[in-house]
């Protein structure tokens, strides 16, 4: 038979009997639509959060950090002498910022915690890091106030930095009464206000200072660096809280500073001006973070990515998409309820007609053809109703976000193409599974017998 | 052509055998127009039946043309049908969701020519019983005898060898009777078809060119 002559029969068959047509495709639609939006609004909201993911954790981005195990030992790391094979070098270093896809590389050299003395006297204490000032801005760091600078002795300050410059007399004696009154929340509170307090350092000069002051018969052990230039200040990193990015207080210094510092003040471990803590590399695409990785192992060296956080989101939301499709591929199971009955019905009122059809030649494939190909015109109705139904409510939830009566997590819910597929396909095999037997019902109807009796 | 030989034929119950045709020899040449006659209960519609390949007889062979129809199988049985047979129900049986000429054209549907064909076809065949106009309505917004008249359009339109008529008049009154009587003959005449008809009138055997009768299953 020709697919015309299929679908023309099957269409005056279906529009003959408006009812169970109605009925068959309420049930579609419904369980077609809640495919659409099962695999719409988990997509939306996976890609939600992978871009929340991408904005807190920076998936496109590798930390490197020292490999102590099977080297050749702490002591040989900590004294700088000695081969250390997980070491990381300037040389490594050299090597990772050549690797195929690395867009930028921030080395963090920990020189430990200095009094910052303000032309003014006023002292807070900071966290010296050596580091590539010029690799600032790749890795998120936005500057509120100038910027780095290759002059020896410039260097910038984090926002925290610039936050609780305290006269050392009065800190001094607040340290004091609080010494003597522990538990008094007013000290605290006073601490606390004068620690949030801002200062203006941009372009004005500080210098670094370690050691103890004289007590009793022990003279002052301090040591204090030549004046440095606060080149820039940064603002607060983003995903960061302003609240605690007070209390965060960290100088970034170059490489060259950082040696000058060393050579000052006895800063960071003996020959760790060659052996950085820490090095942050930026890929030019999350997809090569594990070629990247497994390209830095090889310089025996650990990696740490924020791929498996996005690996967790997928696993979740994989499971939120099977439980809606679930549901879904329920209601279609009960959708294709209603088309087996309606067939099975249709079947058993059409007994004459098929027995006059089989009686005209037509053969079993035939009747089981005709059958099938209106089950399968019910199911792909069902499925473009299903289609336009949930076009149309993810349309309203749309503008119900865009208005700010919903608030689901992702700006918009977009249908992906698949997903109209997925649906679509699901209603026509519902129509074409629920089809079967009845099609195999009618080609077994005794031609004969129905003639003959009705 | 049509040949049928020491044919039998049983119907089962659970507790009993009853034998409705017994040792049945019969030769209808092409182009003949056969009459088989009988009372009720005589076995002509078995006859029918078996000869139209409907029902499997007990024993014995059925010959349409060099083919023994009782050797085939339900499909091939099906495509025999379509390509050799026609057939005439005493309640016409056209379906009630296709027009006049898509019923005639049905069993052509189940082959696999051409649309514009087919409908050629039919058309010329419903003018041949004089329902040209009529091609468009459905089978509920025509008479009784002009129902029987599309069934008979429908059974031509495959060129079958034979066509099997079953009480083709048996609804309908006597003028209509006549007519579609006169129909039959003159496609007979005109295309050379077989006709078998299936009646227990003596008064529509005798139009026919020749009578069989049956009487408590045997030939008399």
Not at chain 1, 66 to 95: E, H, Y
Not at chain 1, 365 to 378: D, G, H, K, P, S
Not at chain 2, 57 to 83: H, M, T
Request: hydrophobic share 40%.
């Amino acid at each position: 038979m020709r697919i015309f002559d299929l679908l023309k029969m099957s269409w005056g068959q279906i529009i003959r009997r408006k009812i169970v047509t109605l009925l068959c495709m309420i049930g579609l639609s419904v369980g077609c639509a809640a495919i659409i939006m099962a695999i719409s609004i988990s997509t939306s909201a996976q890609d939600y959060s992978q871009q929340q993911l991408n904005n807190e954790y920076k998936m496109d981005e590798i930390t490197i950090q020292p490999n102590s195990i099977g080297g050749s030992g702490q002591q040989a790391s900590q004294n700088g002498k000695g081969f250390d094979r997980g070491a990381l070098t300037m040389q490594k270093l050299d090597v990772i910022k050549r690797l195929a896809h690395v867009k930028a590389v921030f080395p963090t050299l920990r020189l430990g915690n200095v009094e910052m003395i303000g032309t003014d006297g006023r002292i807070s204490n900071v966290e010296v890091i050596g580091t590539d000032l010029s690799a600032l801005p790749e890795f998120g760091f936005r500057f509120a106030q100038g910027g780095a600078s290759t002059v020896l002795g410039a260097v910038v300050a984090n926002y925290g930095a610039t936050f609780g410059m305290i006269d050392a007399q009065v800190m001094k004696n607040l340290f004091e009464k609080l010494e003597k009154e522990p538990y008094n929340d007013e000290l605290f509170l006073e601490y606390d206000q004068l620690n949030k307090e801002p200062a203006d350092l941009f372009q004005k000069q500080v210098n670094f200072r370690t050691g103890n002051a004289a007590t009793g018969t022990s003279p002052s052990t301090y040591k204090v660096s030549t004046p440095l230039r606060i080149s820039g200040q940064l603002k607060v990193k983003s995903g960061s809280s302003e609240e605690y990015a007070i209390y965060e207080k960290t100088i970034y210094v170059s490489m060259d500073t950082a040696r000058m510092l060393q050579s000052q003040l006895g800063l960071g471990q003996s020959g760790s001006l060659v052996k950085f803590d820490s090095v942050t590399v930026r890929v030019d695409d999350k997809k090569y973070v594990p070629q990247v990785e497994e390209q830095v192992k090889k310089l025996f060296l650990t990696t740490q990515s924020n791929l498996y956080q996005e690996e967790m989101i997928k696993q979740k939301f994989d499971q939120y998409r099977k439980i809606a499709l679930g549901i879904g591929t329920f209601i279609l199971m009960l959708a294709s309820l209603s088309i087996f009955v309606a067939m099975t019905m249709s079947t058993h009122q059409r007994r004459r007609q098929i027995g006059v059809m089989k009686i005209l030649g037509a053969n079993l494939w035939q009747i089981r053809q005709l059958f099938m190909t209106e089950a399968a015109v019910l199911g792909l109705m069902g499925g473009a109703t299903g289609l336009l139904v949930s076009t149309l409510i993810l349309w309203g939830a749309n503008n119900a976000i865009a208005k700010g009566l919903l608030t689901i997590g992702p700006q918009s819910i977009e249908i992906p193409p698949l997903a109209l597929l997925a649906g679509v396909i699901f209603a026509l095999i519902t129509g074409v599974v629920s089809g079967i037997y009845p099609a195999i019902s009618a080609s077994r109807t005794n031609a004969l017998e129905v003639i003959k009796n009705g | 052509m049509l040949r049928v030989e020491q044919l039998s034929h049983s119907f089962h119950n659970a507790s009993e055998s009853v034998k409705v045709l017994h040792d049945i020899n019969l030769f209808i040449e092409k182009g003949e127009m056969v009459a088989l006659l009988g009372s009720s209960g005589s076995g002509k519609s078995t006859l029918l039946n078996l000869m139209a390949g409907f029902m499997k007889p007990s024993s014995g062979r059925i010959f349409i043309g060099d083919k023994d129809i009782v050797l085939l199988n339900e499909n091939r049985l099906a495509e025999y049908r379509r390509k050799h047979i026609g057939f005439i129900f005493q309640s016409y049986e056209l379906i009630p969701s296709l027009t006049v000429v898509e019923n005639v054209e049905l069993p052509l549907v189940f082959h696999t020519l051409s649309p514009s064909k087919r409908k050629k076809k039919a058309l010329s065949l419903l003018e041949q019983v004089g329902l040209s106009d009529k091609t468009d309505l459905f089978p509920s917004q025509l008479s009784g005898g002009q129902q029987q008249r599309v069934s008979i359009a429908r059974s031509l339109i495959s060129e079958p060898y034979v066509i099997f008529a079953d009480e083709p008049t048996g609804n309908l009154d006597t003028r209509t009777e006549e007519e579609i009587l006169s129909i039959l003959q003159r496609l007979n005449a005109e295309l050379d078809t077989t006709f078998v008809i299936v009646t227990h009138e003596a008064e529509v055997a005798e139009q026919m060119g020749r009578i069989i009768t049956l009487k408590d299953g045997v030939l008399i």
